[in-house]
Protein backbone atom coordinates (compact mmCIF):
# COMPACT_ATOMS: atom_id res chain seq x y z
CA UNK A 1 0.00 0.00 0.00
CA UNK A 2 3.24 1.94 0.05
CA UNK A 3 2.46 5.68 -1.94
CA UNK A 4 -1.21 5.08 -1.70
CA UNK A 5 -2.01 5.18 2.18
CA UNK A 6 0.37 6.34 4.49
CA UNK A 7 -0.52 3.90 8.23
CA UNK A 8 1.72 6.55 10.55
CA UNK A 9 -1.40 8.36 11.97
CA UNK A 10 -1.56 8.29 15.16
CA UNK A 11 -5.40 6.48 15.34
CA UNK A 12 -4.97 3.03 14.95
CA UNK A 13 -6.89 1.99 12.24
CA UNK A 14 -7.28 5.25 10.46
CA UNK A 15 -5.33 6.09 7.30
CA UNK A 16 -4.25 9.44 5.41
CA UNK A 17 -4.90 8.96 1.53
CA UNK A 18 -1.82 10.27 -0.52
CA UNK A 19 -2.38 12.17 -2.71
CA UNK A 20 -0.82 9.65 -5.85
CA UNK A 21 -3.68 7.46 -4.00
CA UNK A 22 -6.31 9.50 -3.81
CA UNK A 23 -6.28 10.22 -7.95
CA UNK A 24 -6.45 6.18 -8.09
CA UNK A 25 -9.24 6.26 -5.90
CA UNK A 26 -11.23 8.92 -7.13
CA UNK A 27 -10.63 7.43 -11.05
CA UNK A 28 -11.94 4.05 -9.68
CA UNK A 29 -15.32 5.62 -7.85
CA UNK A 30 -15.96 7.58 -10.93
CA UNK A 31 -16.36 4.35 -12.66
CA UNK A 32 -18.76 3.16 -9.73
CA UNK A 33 -20.45 6.69 -10.29
CA UNK A 34 -21.02 6.57 -13.94
CA UNK A 35 -22.64 3.37 -12.99
CA UNK A 36 -25.25 4.03 -10.48
CA UNK A 37 -26.04 7.47 -11.80
CA UNK A 38 -27.70 5.89 -14.86
CA UNK A 39 -31.03 5.24 -12.53
CA UNK A 40 -29.53 5.92 -8.75
CA UNK A 41 -29.76 9.63 -6.95
CA UNK A 42 -26.75 10.40 -5.12
CA UNK A 43 -27.48 12.22 -1.58
CA UNK A 44 -25.81 12.96 1.30
CA UNK A 45 -26.82 12.09 5.09
CA UNK A 46 -25.24 13.15 7.89
CA UNK A 47 -22.41 11.48 10.01
CA UNK A 48 -24.27 11.21 13.52
CA UNK A 49 -27.29 9.19 14.09
CA UNK A 50 -29.38 9.98 17.46
CA UNK A 51 -29.22 7.11 19.84
CA UNK A 52 -32.98 6.32 19.41
CA UNK A 53 -33.13 5.90 15.96
CA UNK A 54 -29.99 3.51 15.93
CA UNK A 55 -31.57 1.48 18.69
CA UNK A 56 -34.83 0.84 16.79
CA UNK A 57 -33.71 -2.36 14.94
CA UNK A 58 -33.37 -4.91 17.05
CA UNK A 59 -31.49 -7.68 14.93
CA UNK A 60 -29.25 -4.55 13.78
CA UNK A 61 -27.93 -3.18 16.56
CA UNK A 62 -26.95 -6.55 17.54
CA UNK A 63 -25.04 -7.06 14.48
CA UNK A 64 -23.04 -3.34 15.50
CA UNK A 65 -23.25 -3.06 18.95
CA UNK A 66 -19.76 -3.78 19.54
CA UNK A 67 -18.27 -1.41 16.32
CA UNK A 68 -19.70 1.58 17.06
CA UNK A 69 -18.55 4.59 18.56
CA UNK A 70 -20.10 6.54 20.09
CA UNK A 71 -20.44 10.74 20.41
CA UNK A 72 -21.71 11.61 24.21
CA UNK A 73 -20.73 15.13 25.34
CA UNK A 74 -21.17 18.86 23.53
CA UNK A 75 -17.81 20.16 24.49
CA UNK A 76 -18.04 19.78 28.68
CA UNK A 77 -22.16 18.98 28.34
CA UNK A 78 -23.55 15.64 28.32
CA UNK A 79 -25.52 15.37 25.26
CA UNK A 80 -29.01 13.90 25.79
CA UNK A 81 -29.31 11.52 23.78
CA UNK A 82 -25.78 9.97 22.67
CA UNK A 83 -25.10 9.88 18.81
CA UNK A 84 -23.44 7.29 16.61
CA UNK A 85 -21.11 7.34 14.59
CA UNK A 86 -22.71 6.48 11.14
CA UNK A 87 -21.48 2.59 11.12
CA UNK A 88 -23.59 2.24 7.78
CA UNK A 89 -26.39 4.40 7.51
CA UNK A 90 -29.81 2.67 7.38
CA UNK A 91 -31.29 4.26 10.11
CA UNK A 92 -29.95 8.02 9.27
CA UNK A 93 -31.83 7.48 5.87
CA UNK A 94 -34.40 5.41 7.08
CA UNK A 95 -36.31 8.38 9.06
CA UNK A 96 -36.05 10.10 5.78
CA UNK A 97 -37.37 8.15 3.73
CA UNK A 98 -40.59 7.24 6.03
CA UNK A 99 -41.05 11.42 5.15
CA UNK A 100 -40.32 11.24 1.64
CA UNK A 101 -42.26 7.90 0.10
CA UNK A 102 -45.85 8.50 0.29
CA UNK A 103 -47.47 6.66 -2.73
CA UNK A 104 -46.56 4.12 -4.67
CA UNK A 105 -45.63 6.97 -7.54
CA UNK A 106 -42.89 7.40 -5.44
CA UNK A 107 -41.57 3.79 -5.98
CA UNK A 108 -38.73 2.47 -6.67
CA UNK A 109 -36.58 4.79 -4.96
CA UNK A 110 -32.84 4.44 -5.57
CA UNK A 111 -30.32 6.32 -3.77
CA UNK A 112 -26.69 6.18 -2.89
CA UNK A 113 -23.87 8.00 -0.91
CA UNK A 114 -20.57 7.82 -0.73
CA UNK A 115 -18.96 8.97 2.55
CA UNK A 116 -16.95 7.67 6.00
CA UNK A 117 -18.19 5.50 8.21
CA UNK A 118 -16.68 4.34 11.43
CA UNK A 119 -16.33 0.90 12.49
CA UNK A 120 -14.59 0.04 15.95
CA UNK A 121 -13.23 -3.01 14.24
CA UNK A 122 -11.70 -5.91 16.91
CA UNK A 123 -10.04 -8.34 14.10
CA UNK A 124 -6.53 -7.04 13.59
CA UNK A 125 -6.92 -3.86 11.23
CA UNK A 126 -5.29 -3.84 7.63
CA UNK A 127 -4.68 -0.72 5.64
CA UNK A 128 -7.92 -0.69 2.82
CA UNK A 129 -8.93 -3.53 4.15
CA UNK A 130 -10.16 -3.93 7.46
CA UNK A 131 -10.13 0.12 8.57
CA UNK A 132 -11.68 1.70 11.62
CA UNK A 133 -12.78 5.03 9.53
CA UNK A 134 -13.68 3.35 6.36
CA UNK A 135 -13.10 6.35 4.42
CA UNK A 136 -15.22 5.77 0.82
CA UNK A 137 -18.11 3.98 1.93
CA UNK A 138 -20.51 3.67 -1.39
CA UNK A 139 -23.96 2.16 0.20
CA UNK A 140 -26.92 2.44 -2.13
CA UNK A 141 -30.19 1.82 -0.40
CA UNK A 142 -33.47 1.33 -2.29
CA UNK A 143 -37.56 0.63 -1.58
CA UNK A 144 -39.72 -0.94 -3.81
CA UNK A 145 -43.64 -1.84 -4.17
CA UNK A 146 -42.84 -5.61 -3.46
CA UNK A 147 -40.47 -7.92 -2.07
CA UNK A 148 -40.45 -9.67 -5.59
CA UNK A 149 -39.42 -5.85 -7.01
CA UNK A 150 -36.75 -5.89 -4.33
CA UNK A 151 -35.09 -8.97 -5.44
CA UNK A 152 -34.95 -7.73 -8.81
CA UNK A 153 -32.80 -4.48 -7.74
CA UNK A 154 -30.66 -7.43 -6.06
CA UNK A 155 -30.19 -9.03 -8.86
CA UNK A 156 -29.32 -5.45 -10.58
CA UNK A 157 -27.03 -4.67 -8.28
CA UNK A 158 -25.23 -8.04 -8.95
CA UNK A 159 -24.59 -6.67 -12.61
CA UNK A 160 -23.88 -2.92 -11.59
CA UNK A 161 -20.94 -4.83 -9.07
CA UNK A 162 -19.91 -6.94 -11.92
CA UNK A 163 -19.83 -4.69 -14.39
CA UNK A 164 -17.71 -2.29 -11.78
CA UNK A 165 -14.76 -5.48 -11.18
CA UNK A 166 -14.90 -6.30 -15.15
CA UNK A 167 -13.90 -2.80 -15.71
CA UNK A 168 -11.08 -2.76 -12.84
CA UNK A 169 -10.19 -6.57 -14.48
CA UNK A 170 -10.67 -7.69 -10.98
CA UNK A 171 -12.15 -11.37 -10.77
CA UNK A 172 -14.85 -12.07 -8.69
CA UNK A 173 -17.02 -14.76 -7.51
CA UNK A 174 -20.94 -14.11 -6.11
CA UNK A 175 -22.31 -16.15 -3.23
CA UNK A 176 -25.33 -16.04 -0.93
CA UNK A 177 -24.11 -15.13 2.78
CA UNK A 178 -25.37 -18.38 4.52
CA UNK A 179 -27.68 -17.55 7.16
CA UNK A 180 -25.89 -17.07 10.79
CA UNK A 181 -23.14 -14.64 8.53
CA UNK A 182 -25.73 -11.98 6.82
CA UNK A 183 -25.97 -8.92 7.33
CA UNK A 184 -28.17 -8.08 10.68
CA UNK A 185 -31.62 -7.34 9.79
CA UNK A 186 -31.44 -8.33 6.11
CA UNK A 187 -33.78 -11.15 4.58
CA UNK A 188 -30.86 -12.45 3.12
CA UNK A 189 -26.98 -11.21 1.74
CA UNK A 190 -25.18 -11.78 -1.20
CA UNK A 191 -21.59 -11.26 -1.35
CA UNK A 192 -19.01 -10.82 -4.09
CA UNK A 193 -15.75 -11.98 -2.83
CA UNK A 194 -12.03 -12.03 -4.70
CA UNK A 195 -8.79 -13.93 -4.33
CA UNK A 196 -5.87 -12.26 -3.24
CA UNK A 197 -2.60 -13.29 -4.40
CA UNK A 198 -1.77 -15.20 -0.62
CA UNK A 199 -5.12 -17.10 -0.86
CA UNK A 200 -7.27 -15.39 1.24
CA UNK A 201 -10.61 -14.20 0.02
CA UNK A 202 -11.17 -10.68 0.38
CA UNK A 203 -15.15 -9.88 0.48
CA UNK A 204 -15.33 -6.61 -1.56
CA UNK A 205 -19.24 -5.91 -1.85
CA UNK A 206 -22.07 -6.81 -0.42
CA UNK A 207 -25.63 -6.44 -1.35
CA UNK A 208 -28.50 -7.21 1.19
CA UNK A 209 -32.66 -8.10 0.43
CA UNK A 210 -34.23 -6.02 3.68
CA UNK A 211 -37.38 -7.59 2.94
CA UNK A 212 -39.87 -4.90 4.88
CA UNK A 213 -37.81 -5.60 8.44
CA UNK A 214 -36.46 -1.74 8.17
CA UNK A 215 -39.99 -0.29 6.81
CA UNK A 216 -41.67 -2.25 10.03
CA UNK A 217 -39.26 -0.42 12.54
CA UNK A 218 -38.89 2.90 11.09
CA UNK A 219 -42.97 3.03 9.48
CA UNK A 220 -41.85 3.43 5.99
CA UNK A 221 -45.14 2.69 4.32
CA UNK A 222 -46.88 3.93 1.10
CA UNK A 223 -50.50 4.08 -0.33
CA UNK A 224 -50.60 1.66 -3.26
CA UNK A 225 -52.97 1.49 -6.38
CA UNK A 226 -56.12 0.89 -4.11
CA UNK A 227 -55.33 3.76 -1.37
CA UNK A 228 -54.00 0.91 1.11
CA UNK A 229 -50.79 1.55 2.85
CA UNK A 230 -48.79 -1.09 2.69
CA UNK A 231 -45.29 -1.42 3.89
CA UNK A 232 -41.94 -0.87 1.44
CA UNK A 233 -39.51 -3.66 0.60
CA UNK A 234 -35.66 -2.33 0.32
CA UNK A 235 -32.00 -3.45 -0.50
CA UNK A 236 -28.97 -1.81 0.60
CA UNK A 237 -25.59 -2.85 -1.21
CA UNK A 238 -22.31 -1.38 -0.30
CA UNK A 239 -18.64 -1.61 -1.78
CA UNK A 240 -15.53 0.43 0.54
CA UNK A 241 -11.90 0.98 -0.54
CA UNK A 242 -11.28 -2.81 -0.35
CA UNK A 243 -11.64 -2.67 -4.27
CA UNK A 244 -8.41 -0.47 -4.28
CA UNK A 245 -6.97 -3.05 -2.04
CA UNK A 246 -7.86 -5.58 -4.59
CA UNK A 247 -6.11 -3.61 -7.90
CA UNK A 248 -3.37 -2.97 -5.91
CA UNK A 249 -2.58 -6.77 -4.57
CA UNK A 250 -4.63 -8.47 -7.32
CA UNK A 251 -2.20 -6.93 -10.60
CA UNK A 252 0.63 -5.45 -8.80
CA UNK A 253 3.87 -7.34 -9.15
CA UNK A 254 7.47 -7.85 -8.27
CA UNK A 255 8.33 -4.44 -9.84
CA UNK A 256 5.31 -2.85 -8.03
CA UNK A 257 2.09 -1.36 -8.74
CA UNK A 258 0.03 -2.31 -12.09
CA UNK A 259 -2.88 -0.41 -13.27
CA UNK A 260 -5.61 -1.43 -15.44
CA UNK A 261 -5.22 1.62 -17.85
CA UNK A 262 -8.63 3.39 -17.16
CA UNK A 263 -7.87 3.79 -13.59
CA UNK A 264 -4.20 4.81 -13.63
CA UNK A 265 -3.27 7.96 -12.23
CA UNK A 266 -0.31 8.29 -15.06
CA UNK A 267 -1.50 6.11 -18.46
CA UNK A 268 1.68 6.96 -20.32
CA UNK A 269 5.09 8.52 -19.44
CA UNK A 270 7.44 10.41 -21.97
CA UNK A 271 11.56 9.86 -20.93
CA UNK A 272 13.89 11.19 -23.38
CA UNK A 273 17.35 8.39 -23.97
CA UNK A 274 19.44 11.99 -24.69
CA UNK A 275 22.80 10.91 -26.53
CA UNK A 276 26.06 13.34 -26.19
CA UNK A 277 25.00 17.20 -25.37
CA UNK A 278 22.14 17.15 -27.71
CA UNK A 279 18.75 19.12 -27.02
CA UNK A 280 16.87 17.32 -29.54
CA UNK A 281 15.65 13.90 -27.55
CA UNK A 282 14.17 16.78 -25.12
CA UNK A 283 12.21 18.98 -27.26
CA UNK A 284 11.10 16.21 -29.15
CA UNK A 285 9.84 14.37 -26.17
CA UNK A 286 8.22 17.60 -25.06
CA UNK A 287 6.34 17.21 -28.43
CA UNK A 288 5.27 14.27 -27.83
CA UNK A 289 4.30 14.44 -24.25
CA UNK A 290 2.06 17.63 -25.57
CA UNK A 291 0.33 15.48 -27.97
CA UNK A 292 -0.50 13.00 -26.14
CA UNK A 293 -1.80 15.27 -22.92
CA UNK A 294 -3.96 17.33 -26.12
CA UNK A 295 -5.50 14.02 -26.82
CA UNK A 296 -6.80 13.42 -23.68
CA UNK A 297 -4.09 10.91 -22.20
CA UNK A 298 -3.43 11.40 -18.88
CA UNK A 299 0.98 11.97 -19.97
CA UNK A 300 3.81 13.12 -18.42
CA UNK A 301 6.55 13.42 -18.89
CA UNK A 302 9.99 13.07 -17.23
CA UNK A 303 12.47 15.48 -17.50
CA UNK A 304 14.22 15.09 -14.67
CA UNK A 305 18.71 14.71 -14.07
CA UNK A 306 18.15 10.93 -13.38
CA UNK A 307 19.60 8.38 -15.41
CA UNK A 308 17.06 6.59 -18.03
CA UNK A 309 17.16 3.10 -16.23
CA UNK A 310 16.64 5.05 -12.84
CA UNK A 311 13.61 6.24 -14.31
CA UNK A 312 12.19 3.20 -16.09
CA UNK A 313 12.02 1.67 -12.58
CA UNK A 314 10.35 4.69 -11.06
CA UNK A 315 7.71 4.46 -12.88
CA UNK A 316 7.22 1.02 -13.65
CA UNK A 317 6.87 1.00 -9.89
CA UNK A 318 4.16 3.60 -9.72
CA UNK A 319 2.06 0.96 -11.99
CA UNK A 320 1.85 3.79 -15.39
CA UNK A 321 0.64 1.27 -17.98
CA UNK A 322 2.91 2.64 -20.97
CA UNK A 323 6.31 4.19 -21.44
CA UNK A 324 7.66 5.81 -24.20
CA UNK A 325 11.93 6.52 -25.16
CA UNK A 326 12.42 8.88 -27.12
CA UNK A 327 15.89 8.40 -28.52
CA UNK A 328 18.50 9.48 -31.00
CA UNK A 329 17.82 6.87 -33.07
CA UNK A 330 13.64 7.29 -32.81
CA UNK A 331 14.59 10.61 -34.06
CA UNK A 332 15.59 9.82 -37.24
CA UNK A 333 13.02 7.66 -38.34
CA UNK A 334 10.41 10.02 -36.89
CA UNK A 335 9.37 7.27 -34.52
CA UNK A 336 8.91 5.90 -30.47
CA UNK A 337 9.57 3.38 -28.65
CA UNK A 338 6.63 2.23 -26.47
CA UNK A 339 6.90 -0.32 -23.78
CA UNK A 340 3.86 -2.33 -21.91
CA UNK A 341 4.26 -2.12 -18.10
CA UNK A 342 2.68 -5.71 -17.83
CA UNK A 343 4.45 -7.32 -20.11
CA UNK A 344 7.47 -5.15 -20.79
CA UNK A 345 6.84 -5.82 -24.89
CA UNK A 346 8.50 -3.17 -27.12
CA UNK A 347 7.12 -1.68 -30.34
CA UNK A 348 8.78 1.07 -32.21
CA UNK A 349 5.52 3.29 -33.61
CA UNK A 350 6.17 5.99 -36.27
CA UNK A 351 5.39 9.09 -34.43
CA UNK A 352 1.85 10.17 -36.43
CA UNK A 353 0.32 6.97 -35.61
CA UNK A 354 1.18 7.27 -31.74
CA UNK A 355 -2.51 8.44 -30.66
CA UNK A 356 -4.09 5.44 -32.21
CA UNK A 357 -1.36 2.83 -31.37
CA UNK A 358 -1.64 3.57 -27.54
CA UNK A 359 -5.67 3.37 -27.36
CA UNK A 360 -5.34 -0.15 -28.49
CA UNK A 361 -2.04 -0.43 -26.40
CA UNK A 362 -4.21 0.45 -23.06
CA UNK A 363 -7.10 -1.71 -24.95
CA UNK A 364 -4.53 -4.92 -24.80
CA UNK A 365 -2.67 -4.12 -21.12
CA UNK A 366 -6.90 -4.44 -19.94
CA UNK A 367 -7.37 -7.45 -21.97
CA UNK A 368 -4.48 -8.80 -20.50
CA UNK A 369 -4.66 -8.15 -17.18
CA UNK A 370 -8.32 -9.86 -17.24
CA UNK A 371 -7.25 -12.85 -18.62
CA UNK A 372 -3.91 -12.54 -16.45
CA UNK A 373 -6.07 -12.42 -12.85
CA UNK A 374 -9.23 -14.65 -14.14
CA UNK A 375 -6.35 -17.34 -14.90
CA UNK A 376 -4.78 -17.48 -11.43
CA UNK A 377 -8.23 -17.00 -9.56
CA UNK A 378 -9.60 -19.82 -11.86
CA UNK A 379 -6.37 -22.26 -11.06
CA UNK A 380 -6.76 -21.95 -7.39
CA UNK A 381 -10.76 -23.12 -6.95
CA UNK A 382 -11.16 -26.38 -6.36
CA UNK A 383 -13.70 -28.83 -6.09
CA UNK A 384 -13.84 -31.13 -2.89
CA UNK A 385 -15.51 -33.68 -1.57
CA UNK A 386 -14.06 -34.33 2.13
CA UNK A 387 -13.19 -31.21 4.78
CA UNK A 388 -9.68 -32.86 4.30
CA UNK A 389 -9.65 -31.68 1.14
CA UNK A 390 -11.00 -28.34 2.00
CA UNK A 391 -8.24 -27.79 4.70
CA UNK A 392 -5.64 -28.39 1.73
CA UNK A 393 -7.55 -26.16 -0.79
CA UNK A 394 -8.02 -23.42 1.58
CA UNK A 395 -4.03 -23.07 2.08
CA UNK A 396 -3.85 -21.62 -2.07
CA UNK A 397 -7.30 -20.69 -2.50
CA UNK A 398 -11.20 -21.64 -2.45
CA UNK A 399 -12.71 -24.92 -2.09
CA UNK A 400 -16.20 -25.70 -3.58
CA UNK A 401 -17.97 -28.60 -1.76
CA UNK A 402 -21.34 -29.99 -1.54
CA UNK A 403 -23.59 -28.63 1.57
CA UNK A 404 -27.03 -30.34 3.03
CA UNK A 405 -28.61 -26.75 3.70
CA UNK A 406 -28.13 -27.50 7.71
CA UNK A 407 -26.84 -24.38 9.82
CA UNK A 408 -25.36 -27.01 12.49
CA UNK A 409 -23.43 -28.58 9.53
CA UNK A 410 -22.07 -25.32 8.24
CA UNK A 411 -20.55 -24.32 11.55
CA UNK A 412 -19.05 -27.61 11.52
CA UNK A 413 -17.68 -27.33 7.89
CA UNK A 414 -15.95 -24.03 9.21
CA UNK A 415 -15.01 -25.54 13.01
CA UNK A 416 -13.40 -28.10 11.09
CA UNK A 417 -11.17 -26.24 8.15
CA UNK A 418 -10.57 -23.25 10.14
CA UNK A 419 -11.94 -21.40 7.21
CA UNK A 420 -15.17 -19.43 6.68
CA UNK A 421 -18.00 -20.26 4.41
CA UNK A 422 -18.11 -17.76 2.08
CA UNK A 423 -21.90 -18.55 0.53
CA UNK A 424 -23.46 -20.65 -1.50
CA UNK A 425 -23.50 -20.36 -5.29
CA UNK A 426 -26.60 -20.07 -7.65
CA UNK A 427 -26.10 -23.17 -9.30
CA UNK A 428 -26.31 -26.61 -7.98
CA UNK A 429 -24.32 -30.41 -8.07
CA UNK A 430 -25.70 -34.15 -6.42
CA UNK A 431 -23.31 -34.50 -4.27
CA UNK A 432 -23.26 -35.54 -0.47
CA UNK A 433 -22.74 -33.27 2.59
CA UNK A 434 -19.16 -33.91 3.79
CA UNK A 435 -20.02 -33.76 7.64
CA UNK A 436 -23.44 -35.87 7.72
CA UNK A 437 -22.80 -37.98 4.82
CA UNK A 438 -26.51 -36.69 3.30
CA UNK A 439 -27.24 -36.24 -0.05
CA UNK A 440 -26.56 -32.20 -0.54
CA UNK A 441 -27.09 -30.50 -4.08
CA UNK A 442 -26.22 -26.90 -2.94
CA UNK A 443 -22.64 -25.88 -3.22
CA UNK A 444 -20.65 -23.61 -0.74
CA UNK A 445 -17.43 -21.83 -1.72
CA UNK A 446 -14.77 -21.85 2.06
CA UNK A 447 -11.55 -20.02 2.07
CA UNK A 448 -9.31 -18.23 4.42
CA UNK A 449 -10.77 -14.88 4.24
CA UNK A 450 -9.38 -10.88 5.32
N1 LIG B 1 -25.34 -1.17 4.54
C1 LIG B 1 -24.74 -2.31 3.92
C2 LIG B 1 -24.48 -2.05 2.49
C3 LIG B 1 -23.47 -2.70 4.64
O1 LIG B 1 -23.01 -1.98 5.54
N2 LIG B 1 -22.92 -3.83 4.27
S1 LIG B 1 -21.53 -4.40 4.84
O2 LIG B 1 -21.48 -4.30 6.26
O3 LIG B 1 -21.41 -5.73 4.32
O4 LIG B 1 -20.41 -3.51 4.26
C4 LIG B 1 -20.28 -3.39 2.85
C5 LIG B 1 -18.87 -3.66 2.42
O5 LIG B 1 -17.98 -2.73 3.04
C6 LIG B 1 -18.33 -5.03 2.83
O6 LIG B 1 -18.71 -6.02 1.93
C7 LIG B 1 -16.83 -4.79 2.79
O7 LIG B 1 -16.37 -4.95 1.46
C8 LIG B 1 -16.71 -3.34 3.20
N3 LIG B 1 -16.28 -3.19 4.60
C9 LIG B 1 -16.96 -3.54 5.72
N4 LIG B 1 -16.25 -3.26 6.82
C10 LIG B 1 -15.09 -2.71 6.40
C11 LIG B 1 -13.93 -2.19 7.07
N5 LIG B 1 -13.84 -2.18 8.39
N6 LIG B 1 -12.92 -1.71 6.31
C12 LIG B 1 -13.02 -1.69 4.96
N7 LIG B 1 -14.08 -2.16 4.29
C13 LIG B 1 -15.11 -2.66 4.99
MG1 LIG C 1 -18.04 -17.17 11.13
ZN1 LIG D 1 -25.06 -31.99 6.40
Not at 14 to 33: A, D, E, M, Q
Not at 219 to 246: F, K, L, M, P, W
Request: glycine fraction near 6%.
Amino acid sequence: MAGIVDVRYPIKGLCVWHPFGLVLKNKVYLILRSLLDVDHQEALFPLLIPETEFMKEAEHIKGFEEEVYWVTKGGTTPLDVPLALRPTSETAIYPMFKLWIRSHADLPLKMYQIVNTFRYETKHTRPLIRVREITSFKEAHTAHTTWEAAEKQVHEAMRIYSEFYDRLAIPYIITKRPNWDKFPGADYSIAVDTLMPDGKTLQIGTIHHLGSNFAKTFDITYEDVNGEQQYVHQTCYGISERCIAAVIAIHGDDKGLVFPPEVAPIQVVVIPIPFGKGKDVLEASKRVHKMLSDAGFRAALDSSDERPGAKFYKWEMKGVPLRIEVGPRDLKSNSVTLVRRDTSEKTSIPVPDLVPAINQKLKDIHANLCVRAKKSFDERVVECATLSEVKTAVKKGIARVNWCGDEQCGIKMEDGTGADVLGELAQTKKGKCPVCGKDADKVVLMARTY
